[in-house]
């Protein structure tokens, strides 16, 4: 295929039954993520209703998907060291950059998954999980992101150390390890190397033109202080090489380097035993999406293990950090088409009540393809349109401006939902939650959708905003809080 596919390609409609994907099908002419049907939900008729019609736009958080994420990746790595042999075990830690809601941090350590950060907030967000007991004292907080002397989140990790024992401060630069020193609390560190990008050797990647982590010499320097500090331990090597890397082999060669230098690392300092190959592993935000998960683990185990081999030393326990692949799938935006224009464009253009853009940041800054299907009718005929939001910019449109990729939606408008799907990874962080955005639009309602031990479904509905909500965000003190521009618009 020489376009990403993003929905159905065809004029006829969707065969009764046809699954697009793992988790959406086409039933009855409606569109069913795992088994609920979206579009009865949103207007209260499914038979696990919420109780009530939901207005659209609507984005829907489906936690579950979470859960099923996370273990499938364990049942892979469990499955490939069952098979090789491999000795060191596997940490799967979330990278909550890529969706820091309560609802969803919280999924993630309930089952297990250690804690990946980046900033100050992050911080309190950890202190709250651990409060609530969510966060338990064998969940290891890797601490990236730059954390140079006499800053909040350099303070602030510090003091969490004291709430729990295993806070593992990810050192991007030599200068962030005096205040760990001085800190005099014991600290598991680890040290992240420059590996950025698509090198093939050792000179290339020296050469990464990336402000994250430190050259080889720099790495050797670091584990040198860290060595003769009496309060650090070197546990942790990190190596992240990109983000939703699509090809096993590219992936595991561009890690090649880095492994070579973990396993010279561990020669001189026996602590060492996690090899850290930050993000990166791809989740389908598209059709036609392919990544052999088992060969990438199959390959990264033995590269890792013929290295250490070579070395004299022992292969480390593999931790991963998964921000796209643990949340992209469990969101989706769902909205009305609320007009068809037919003006002569080149395809006519279906109209939402929402904006594409502000939405989903990426298909704009980056051209990102996210999979479009209507949830009702689809046992009509289609036609191949163009999308565009409801605000004024021209970049409001979907597919990206850059794309081939055909989007086709039922000829019949009336009464059509469109959803997004594979958007809960990122989008919502980039566009931001709350404050004002383009065209002064209101954020959607949100419906939180959760299954009990014995499968019954929990929902829980967090409000959007009012216009009211936007004013006053905007420094119109007189708009009350429930007063005139508190009306809901939706
Ligand atoms: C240090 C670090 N770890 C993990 C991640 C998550 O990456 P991904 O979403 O590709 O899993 C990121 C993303 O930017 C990152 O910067």
Known sequence: ???????????????????????????????????????????????????????????????????????????????????????????????????????????????????????????EIARRMIAAGHLRPDCMVICNGFKPPGIDYTRSLIRLKREHGLVIPVVEDVDELAPLIDSGLSFQVGLRQKSYGPHQDLGEMEAANSRFGMSVDDIHRAAEIIAAAPNLELKLYHAMVGSQ???????????????????????????????DFGGGVPVPMTLDFQFDYPAFVRRLLTTLQAACARHNVPAPDVLGEFGRYTTAEHGAHVFDVVAVKENASALPWYLINGSIMTSFPDTWALSEHFIVLPINHLDRPFRRVQLGGITCDSDDVYPPKPSSSPLYLPVESRGLYVGFFGIGAYQEMLGGVRGSKHCVLPEANELVIDRDSQGRYRFEIIPGQSSGDVLRNLGYCDVETKGQGDKETR
Do not use: C
């Open 1 to 123: 295929m020489d376009h990403p596919v993003i929905g159905w390609e065809q004029e006829t409609a969707v065969p009764d039954g046809y699954a697009f994907n793992d988790y959406l099908s086409a039933r009855g002419g409606y569109l069913y993520y795992e088994e609920l049907d979206l579009a009865r939900l949103l207007m209260g008729q499914e038979p696990v209703q919420v109780g009530r019609p939901l207005a659209s736009p609507l984005e829907v958080v489906y936690l579950p998907k979470i859960r099923q994420k996370i273990a499938q990746m364990r049942a892979v790595f469990a499955a490939v060291i069952d098979e090789t042999g491999y000795p060191g075990a596997f940490h799967y830690a979330y990278a909550s950059k890529a969706n820091a809601a309560a609802e969803v941090v919280r999924t993630t350590l309930e089952v297990g998954a250690h804690y990946e950060m980046s900033s100050t907030v992050d911080v």
């Open 245 to 275: 890397i699509l090809n096993e082999r590219d992936f595991v060669a561009w890690l090649t380097p880095p492994i070579e230098i973990y396993a010279q690392l561990r020669q001189r300092h026996p602590g060492l035993s996690i090899f």
